[in-house]
């Protein structure tokens, strides 16, 4: 079965500082991993992806994720934290499908980030 | 492009009352998926069409929730009767291809976010 854990449901950083979100996974598959976050009243909005391919994943607003297999991480950083980059972040990985459908994803609960001026 | 539409986006009914949901996929997106997102977890999959079948609705409260998507486009979600523990956010989203390919991305809406009393 496939899961993902984000330690940390709330993350606080200073504007300018390094963003740490931390992500690990559980799949019984190799693993297709996800950034989604989601800005208050709004929709999930795909950061960046990882589909076996690079382990360092580089997506929008200057995020980046790095595969780690022997570790079962896909933890998003980014190198200084604007104020724009508050919100709520989603981890989630693609699992096998139940019977006849397509693979689907699995979320985990989140994790808000808030940047302090 | 035009993203995927929800509507409404805000519903507060009294449980036991019905309420339903409206989505709009992006255009040529053939897979269609509704989720549940109660406050301070990630998204569940409630239900996940292909054109105008469904794949997967082996999470959907059978006894009180209904989905439809008749022509392969547009989707409803109705709730009936609605239960204190169905507020949450209902999020829509769609994706191109079918399967497990790098390049089957979802994309989400807004939202509807409902309060049962």
């Known amino acids: 079965a496939q899961s993902v854990t984000q330690l940390g449901s709330h993350v606080s950083v200073s504007e300018g500082a390094l963003v740490l979100l931390r992500c690990n996974y559980s799949s019984s598959v190799p693993p297709y991993l996800f950034w989604y976050v989601q800005y208050p009243n709004q929709g999930l909005q795909l950061l960046l992806k990882?589909?076996?391919?690079?382990?360092l994943v580089k997506g929008i607003n200057g995020f980046e994720a790095e595969f780690k297999k022997s570790e079962t991480s896909f933890h998003l950083t980014k190198p200084s934290a604007h104020m724009s980059d508050a919100a709520e972040y989603f981890c989630?990985?693609?699992?096998?499908?139940?019977?006849?459908?397509?693979?689907?994803?699995?979320f985990g609960k989140g994790t808000k980030l808030s940047v302090i001026p | 492009e035009a993203g995927v539409a929800q509507s409404p986006r805000y519903k507060i009914i009294e449980k036991r009352q019905s309420v339903a949901f409206w989505c709009n996929p992006i255009s040529g997106h053939a897979t269609l998926y509704w989720y549940q997102q109660i406050l301070g977890q990630g998204p569940k999959l409630l239900i996940q069409f292909q054109n105008n079948g469904v794949v997967d609705d082996s999470q959907l409260p059978k006894d009180r929730f209904s989905a439809e998507r008749l022509k392969g486009v547009d989707s409803t979600l109705k709730i009936q009767p609605a239960k204190l523990e169905d507020s949450a956010v209902y999020l829509c989203?769609?994706?191109?291809?079918?399967?497990?390919?790098?390049?089957?991305?979802?994309?989400f809406g807004a939202g509807t976010r409902l309060s049962v009393l």
């Open positions: 989203a769609s994706s191109l291809l079918w399967g497990r390919t790098g390049k089957n991305i979802q994309y």
């Open positions: 989630a990985v693609s699992r096998p499908p139940s019977g006849a459908g397509s693979y689907q994803l699995t």
């Open positions: 990882y589909t076996s391919a690079a382990t």
